[in-house]
């Protein structure tokens, strides 16, 4: 997934009648009316948060006889997850790198300096 995608899904997501969408999407497909149904908004306001999930990847629409159901794309959602994964575990081994140092500060490395000195010798 690029950067692009990246930012258009969670940009998708920030809203939170989609990303109720994308929970109810979980339990299964459904028509574009099943979905606008609890909501207090009209059918075309419910289409315009779907295509905007569209266009982020996060939902598909396929052609079902009358229908149009709406489904959810399970792999975009692994993406989305593991991206977020990856920078959990990172901040969590930053976190537990501070806790060891916090419990013996003997044993923690030698201080970096957090800038490098101009060639004149001034910071």
Avoid: N
């Amino acid at each position: 997934m690029d950067d692009d995608q990246l930012s258009r899904a969670f940009a998708a997501l920030a809203d939170p009648t989609r990303r109720d969408l994308v929970s109810r999407l979980a339990l299964g497909d459904a028509a574009v009316g099943d979905l606008a149904a609890p909501y207090d908004m009209s059918l075309q306001a419910v289409s315009k948060h779907i295509a905007v999930l569209e266009r982020a990847g996060l939902v598909t629409r396929s052609r079902d006889a009358q229908r149009r159901p709406v489904r959810l794309d399970a792999e975009v959602l692994g993406e989305l997850t593991g991206w977020i994964d990856r920078h959990r575990r990172a901040a969590e081994a930053r976190m537990s790198r501070l806790e060891d140092v916090l419990a013996d500060p003997e044993t923690a490395p030698p201080a970096t300096p957090t800038h490098a000195p101009s060639e004149e010798g001034q910071p």
